[in-house]
């Protein structure tokens, strides 16, 4: 029994372009569909979770999924909205990255139940590879003009005077690569829907129009919107670049502050499509949040749903003790149970200064550790004002002004948290 895929698509605002008669096409009963993905790096990144999210669903309503990674194709490099061509891998590395990442899609997609829409991953590679290009030209270049090729938006553009690297032969045949997958897709696994990125519709017709012309078939295309973000800056983007699924690119906790930092009109829009809560369980965060903006319930539940979906409950507690440390109430217990890798990425930027080891296990006079020491404050003067004020804490406790630091006050035997009122931070580092 299926249920409605593209109704649900519709309300989470996840349906760009139909192909008439798709909709229909999917309440007949089981159906395959995939969705390509590029193999250049070992890790998905946020801008892949679209695509993610769309085969989860359609797995949801009963449909079978396939995840394609484009091996070959991520050796030629797709033209759709980008100004250059990518670098080529080879083939060690493609199949090094497919296994990352499959790891990587089986904590949104059931492989493996054994049940008849359990999801499959394929390589493009794997049918392309022993292909000649004799074969390719005569058995698929021939069912398609250069007229039709040419009328692509992706190609016009890359074609039109604005650019000026013009386009290669190689990016001009991605089109055919691609329709071709489509077609050899429908021919061994009865997959009749091909879904992907708006950019990627002309690609994606190119495909339908090859099962037409040569099976004499139907393939039907569905694309998603592109995510923007409200202030025009791109998505999943930082200053120090994407934001990864893999743990080792980027942490949980910043994965975590990268959702619980959406704005309020990015959070409404993204609820609806990077979770699998109801319509009526975010309609209700909706006009919660709407009532009292300042709680940010809408990010907090974002991040909590996908730091658990794309890392554990586990991450999740951690990333969110991390965040009350810094933003909160907390304790120096807290800071002392953070592991060393956490607490500088919590306090990124912070200055710090280096204290011998041998200094802190003889004592260290709070007053010299704030100023002559560190030059965390300008005097001593200025620091017996500060600790007489009650401004100063060390880790995350308030301290007198006859204090000495020790041992005792060591994070992971190496830091020391200084603090200045509720914003100004300093580390002593240990050595």
């Known amino acids: 029994m299926v249920s409605n895929f593209v109704e649900e698509l519709q309300w989470r605002g996840m349906l760009h372009d139909i192909m008439p008669g798709t909709e229909e096409h999917l309440l007949t009963g089981m159906q395959s569909a995939y969705v390509g993905i590029d193999p250049t790096a070992d890790s998905l990144h946020i801008g892949h979770l679209v695509g993610v999210m769309m085969l989860r669903h359609f797995q949801l309503a009963g449909h079978r999924p396939l995840a394609l990674i484009g091996g070959a194709t991520g050796m030629i490099g797709d033209p759709s909205g ?24 089986a904590r949104f997609l059931d492989f493996d139940s054994g049940d008849e829409n359990a999801a499959l991953m394929v390589n493009n590679y794997d049918w392309m590879k022993d292909f000649t290009f004799l074969e390719f030209i005569r058995d698929v270049g021939k069912h398609i003009t250069v007229n039709y090729m040419m009328a692509k938006d992706s190609v016009r553009k890359r074609l039109s005077e604005e650019s000026k690297e013009g386009m290669s032969f190689t990016e001009f045949t991605y089109q055919l690569v691609q329709g071709y997958d489509f077609l050899h897709l429908y021919r061994k696994y009865d997959c009749t829907l091909q879904m992907g990125g708006s950019d990627q519709w002309g690609n994606i017709t ?16 569905l694309t998603c919107p592109l995510i923007t973000k409200a202030d025009g800056t791109k998505f999943g983007k930082t ?33 609806k499509i990077f979770t699998f809560l109801s319509k009526d369980a975010i309609e209700t965060l909706v006009s919660q949040h709407r009532e009292a903006p300042h709680k940010r319930q809408l990010q907090r539940k974002l991040a ?4 658990i979906l794309v890392h554990s409950k586990e991450d999740l507690e951690n990333a969110e003790r991390a965040s009350e440390i810094l933003f909160g109430k907390s304790t120096a217990e807290a800071l002392k149970a953070l592991s060393s890798a956490l607490f500088l990425e919590i306090f990124e930027g912070v200055p710090q200064a280096s ?22 404050l300008k005097s001593n003067g200025e620091a017996r004002r500060e600790l007489k004020q009650q401004s100063i804490s060390v880790n995350k406790t308030r301290v007198e002004p006859e204090y000495t630091l020790t041992t005792s006050d060591l994070i992971q035997d190496r830091f020391i948290l200084l603090q200045r009122g509720k914003k100004s931070y300093f580390i002593l580092v240990v050595d």
């Open 355 to 376: 204290i011998p080891k041998g200094d802190i296990e003889a004592g260290l006079d709070i007053v010299a550790a704030l100023s002559a020491r560190t030059g965390f």
């Open 304 to 307: 909590e749903e996908l730091t």
């Open 239 to 271: 200053e120090s670049g994407n934001i990864w699924l893999d743990p080792h690119k980027t942490s949980p906790y910043r994965f975590y502050q990268y959702w619980l930092n959406t704005s309020d009109d990015d959070a409404e829009k993204y609820i």
């Open 206 to 221: 190119t495909g339908t129009e090859l099962i037409r012309r040569i099976e004499s078939g139907k393939g039907f295309a």
């Open 82 to 105: 980008k100004s250059t061509e990518r670098n080529l891998l080879d083939e060690t590395t493609l199949r090094m990255n497919q296994e990352a990442i499959k790891g990587q899609l």
